[in-house]
């Protein structure tokens, strides 16, 4: 129970949602594409987003980068990060991710107000030749409309 203007108001925590990506060069993982993951419906509070890798990312040449957001804000929860730095079995929270066994959520990635589309985007001077990274959301409609499902 949360408590608003000293009024309780119960939340409804939904989710999880997930979608697992996997980065293939041409397709998903392409340099300048933007790729939808969850697709959102009015208004929703993203309570947790928790990108995990499950498995290294790898480019064929040059530096792809990979930043996680909104259609119309492509870093508003993960900054550009060099691709081949997210590694298998670890945690997405920045862009300089490092192997840990569990950490707290950062606040880029919580208790988020959106309504576009979340998305990742791939950046820097080439494709993503390959990995895999699983995103999991849960959230909150604010709006009678707000909902959020798998792209």
Do not use: H, Q
């Not at 129970?1 to 925590?13: K, N």
């Amino acid at each position: 129970m949360t408590i608003i203007g000293g009024a309780p108001i119960p939340l409804l925590v939904k989710g999880p949602v997930r979608k697992t990506i996997t980065y293939a060069g041409g397709g998903t993982g392409a340099n300048a594409a933007e790729t939808d993951i969850f697709t959102v419906t009015g208004e929703v509070i993203v309570v947790a987003l928790i990108p995990y890798c499950i498995t290294n990312l790898d480019e064929s040449a040059g530096t792809p980068t990979l930043a996680l957001g909104v259609n119309n804000s492509t870093a508003l929860f993960v900054a550009a990060t060099t691709a081949t730095a997210i590694d298998a079995n670890d945690f997405w929270f920045d862009n300089s991710p490092t192997a840990v066994g569990g950490m707290a959520i950062p606040a880029t990635l919580k208790d988020i107000a959106i309504t576009d589309n979340i998305s990742c985007l791939v950046g820097g001077t080439n494709n993503i030749s390959a990995g895999v990274i699983e995103y999991t959301v849960y959230w909150l409609p604010v709006s009678s409309d707000g909902n959020v499902v798998a792209a």
